[in-house]
């Protein structure tokens, strides 16, 4: 890895453990961000939002871990099974992150359902065009279509490493299919198509509740003292 110009970033309350601060290190914004240079960047633990590369760097906390499926490995449960059975109707496609109403309008419908109580609420086009829309050229949207009608995006970043889960969101009055979970499935089984090694899954909080999901992946590594370990489920 060459060189890099690091800063620090001021600090903010963090957005998932209460009464605790949070900061991070990120990269030059003028460094060209090339699929090679962000493989090398998210093997230690580094993510994106939007250009902006960064890691958790927090005084006297190091409750972030970065999380990653080695899909080879990986053995579907039973429950998860039945899930990849009943959203074998959808169609994917892979598609670029430009603006797009259809994205934007599910989008919206996501964040207002489902996370109301959280920082990205109320949606607006220019927060979901500041993080989610990119010139990168390894961003991609990965539509999930029923019928030509759009139920799920997930916003993934294809390295030469391994496919990365930026963001996903979908269709939050069909509870039925588990959109968010199949997300996850079904990139595992895209990272097996094209011989890739992990699928990332950001950052995993043990004290947080609505990060425990990631957990059900596994085998699951995550970044721990600047090495990749095995956690348990």
């Keep these: 890895m060459k ?18 601060s949070a900061g991070s290190i990120f990269i030059d914004p003028a460094e060209p961000v090339t699929a090679d240079l962000y493989s090398q960047l998210i093997a230690q ?30 053995t579907a449960s039973a429950a998860q099974q ?11 496609q892979l598609v670029g ?8 309008a599910l989008y919206q419908r996501y964040i207002e359902q489902r996370h109301a109580d959280g920082d990205m609420y ?35 970043d294809v390295l030469p490493t391994g496919l990365s889960a930026m963001y996903t969101f979908f269709d939050p009055d069909d509870k039925r299919r588990s959109l968010g979970r199949y997300a996850i499935l079904w990139q595992i089984q895209e990272s097996l198509r094209l011989d890739l090694p992990y ?3 950001g950052y995993w909080i043990k004290e947080c509740q609505k990060m425990s999901y990631k957990t059900q992946y596994q ?14 489920a």
């Design 122 to 156: 109320p949606p607006s086009i220019e927060q979901f065009q500041s993080f989610l829309t990119s010139d990168l050229a390894f961003a991609r949207f990965y539509e999930f279509r029923l019928n030509g009608q759009l139920l799920a995006v997930a916003a993934t």
């Design 199 to 201: 699928l990332y899954l």
């Design 82 to 92: 039945k899930i990849i059975r009943r959203n074998q109707d959808l169609t994917v």
């Design 45 to 74: 633990g580094f993510r994106r939002s939007a250009t902006h590369v960064y890691r958790p760097h927090c005084i006297d906390c190091n409750a972030c871990v970065s999380v990653r499926i080695p899909v080879h490995a990986f």
């Design 3 to 20: 060189t890099l110009q690091l800063y620090l970033a001021q600090e903010h309350p963090c957005s998932y453990l209460e009464q605790r």
């Design 219 to 232: 085998p699951l590594e995550g970044f721990i003292d600047e090495e990749w370990q095995p956690l348990p």
């Design 97 to 104: 992150t430009d603006f797009s109403p259809e994205h934007y």
